[in-house]
């Protein structure tokens, strides 16, 4: 699995010491926005990791020879 994919989300926004009903809902939007953000980028390390591997065994049953069997049952 991809380093990335493994990786913690790091939520780096924080409230002031007296927060305003202003400062609660940028806190609330920006730490959603960060969330999304490192949903997004683990998801693309997770698809990239599945795709490469769909290749590699696509690759891999291409140069495994089929054996009489699964020649004359159609079967890879």
Known sequence: ??????QPCQLVGRLPANPTQADLEMGYALRGAEILSCDA???LAV?????????QLQWQDQLTPQSWWQKLTGRR
């Not at 699995?1 to 493994?6: S, Y």
């Not at 698809?47 to 290749?55: C, E, F, L, P």
């Open 1 to 6: 699995m991809p380093a990335t994919a493994l």
């Open 41 to 43: 980028r683990r998801e």
């Open 47 to 55: 698809d990239i990791h599945a795709r490469q591997n769909a290749d």
